[in-house]
């Protein structure tokens, strides 16, 4: 079955202290992973999608990165509005599953 | 931007009622989504919809739910009997093309059965 887990569950920064979430995955056949930026009483906003080992890519403090079995969503000199709920899904050959989710706060 | 709109932001129902949940994707997506989340817990995928029909579902949606596109805009899901475990926020999302294309939420819609 496919598994999607997040890690830390939540991250607490400084502005300008840089960090890394982690998303860990097993999935059967890979179609795309993607990132997404959840606020308080909204829906999941979309950041990246991911298809294959060794991608990247770049938004302005943000980049993902992904591995067979892994992804990392870098912050680099995060601010207080970085501040939000970090969600990743992986597509395989079922349906769309979603991790947990890392609560990220950035502190001024 | 466009955006994916859900109506209503929040809907109250007694225990049994049916109730039915509405969503204007973005107008030339193609792809139809529904999800829940229950307080605290992950977004769990209910439904896809494309050409008109379901093209993949879920475990949790069972003959309880339905899923319809009533006209060119619209894109309802439909739950009835409702229980006190169907209190969640329900989510729906749109993707332009292929169903590995980014989806696009909107805001949801909190249910809260009584």
């Known amino acids: 079955e496919d598994q999607v887990t997040q890690s830390p569950e939540a991250l607490r920064l400084q502005e300008g202290e840089s960090s890394s979430l982690n998303c860990s995955y097993t999935?059967?056949?890979?179609?795309?992973l993607f990132w997404y930026r959840q606020d308080p009483g909204k829906g999941p906003e979309f950041l990246f999608t991911?298809?294959?080992a060794g991608e990247e890519k770049e938004k302005e403090r943000l980049k993902a990165t992904l591995t067979k079995k892994e992804s990392f969503l870098h912050i680099t000199a995060p601010k207080p509005e970085d501040s939000a709920t970090y969600l990743c899904a992986v597509l395989g050959e079922g349906d769309m599953r979603f991790g947990a989710g890392t609560r990220l706060t950035v502190k001024p | 931007e466009p955006e994916v709109t859900q109506t209503p932001s929040h809907q109250v129902t007694q225990m049994g009622q049916e109730v039915i949940l509405r969503c204007v994707p973005i107008s030339n997506h193609l792809y139809f989504y529904w999800y829940r989340q229950i307080l605290g817990q992950k977004v769990e995928f209910l439904v896809s919809?494309?050409?008109?029909?379901?093209?993949?579902k879920s475990e949790i949606f069972d003959d309880q739910f339905s899923v319809e596109r009533p006209d060119g805009s619209n894109f309802t899901l439909k739950i009835r009997s409702t229980k006190l475990e169907d209190s969640a926020m329900y989510f729906c999302a749109s993707s332009l093309g292929a169903v590995n294309q980014p989806q696009h939420f909107g805001d949801g819609t909190r249910l809260s059965i009584l």
């Open positions: 919809f494309y050409n008109n029909e379901i093209s993949e």
């Open positions: 991911l298809y294959s």
């Open positions: 999935v059967s056949g890979l179609r795309g």
